[in-house]
Structure formats: C-alpha cells, structure tokens
C-alpha cells in the first residue's frame, strides 16, 4: 500500500523537476526582463507552492486509483482527465520559460484550468477528499492565468 501512495504522491513531482531545469536559469535572465503585474507572489513562493500542489494532486490520484479499484475501466475517465491535465501541467513551463511563447502558454493554461475542472467534476462521484485536494491547484491555476494574461498582455512579442 505504501508504495502505490508514494508513487501516485511522487508522480506529478517529476514534471516539476523536469521544468525546474527551464525556469533556473530563465528566473535570473529572460524573466527578469518581463513586465509583471506589482500582485505577482514572490519567486520564492513558486517552489513552495507546487511542490504542496503537486503532492495533494498526487495523493488525491491515488485514492480515485485505490476506490475505483486500480487501473480498471472505471478508472479510464477519472484517471485519463488526470492525466491529460498532468501532460498539460507539465508542459507549461517549457513552452513560457524555454520557448519564451507567452500566447502559446495563456492560451495552455486555460486548456488546463479546464483539464482540471473536468477531473474534478469526474472525481466528485468517486471520491471527495481527492476533489477537495484539487481545490487549491485550481484556485493555483486561477492566480497562474491572470498572471499569464498580465505578462502576454504587457510583453507584446515583436513579430506580432
């Protein structure tokens, strides 16, 4: 049992790895440069938060996994909208901090703000407690948009 929670927990912490490597060395050079809205949480906050939103998204994946009964038909929905917002999740930092696309990356996160609704919305019958772990990943999302707008909206791209 223990290892099925630590893996599902662990899971979504290796795309945060992953894009850790893009936004180390982009923090101190490329986004320096932006123009960001005077609200924007501290650099420092990042690291804290997701790595407490990536651990309650993972153990709540976990127990849709355990009372769906493992990776059944019944898990085909809740698991697979999880899973798509986790691709999506994870490729968000690459497309703003390595290919410095600001639309690319509003219009990406929006899908994901939506991704995960929709895993949420398929939760709820299964099992509530992994609802409400989502609860400050959306309200997370909602703070990331508004931001992302702010940048795109004040850091026009040249070519456009």
Same mark, same amino acid.
């Given at each position: 049992m223990w290892t099925h929670i630590l893996g599902f927990t662990a899971l979504p912490h290796v795309g945060g790895i992953v894009g850790s490597l893009y936004t180390r060395t982009e923090v101190s050079t490329w986004y320096k440069t932006l123009k960001k809205p005077a609200w924007r949480p501290p650099n420092r906050v990042f690291p804290i938060a997701w790595t407490t939103l990536y651990t309650g998204m993972g153990y709540g994946s976990y127990l849709i996994w355990? !009372? =769906? @009964? @493992?990776?059944?038909s019944a898990a085909s929905v809740p698991l697979g909208l999880y899973g798509a917002q986790l691709a999506l999740n #994870?490729? #968000?930092t690459p497309i703003f901090f390595g290919a410095h696309n600001l639309k690319l990356a509003l219009v990406e996160i929006v899908i994901l703000s939506g991704t995960v609704a929709a895993t949420m919305v398929s939760w709820y019958p299964i099992n509530k407690t992994a609802t409400l772990l989502m =609860? &400050? +990943? %959306?309200? /997370?999302?909602? %703070?990331? $948009?508004?931001? $992302? +707008?702010?940048? /795109?909206? !004040?850091? &026009? !791209?040249k070519d456009e």
């Open positions: 355990k !009372d =769906v @009964g @493992g990776f059944t #994870w490729a #968000w =609860v &400050p +990943y %959306l309200m /997370w999302l909602t %703070l990331a $948009s508004s931001l $992302s +707008y702010c940048i /795109w909206r !004040d850091n &026009p !791209d």
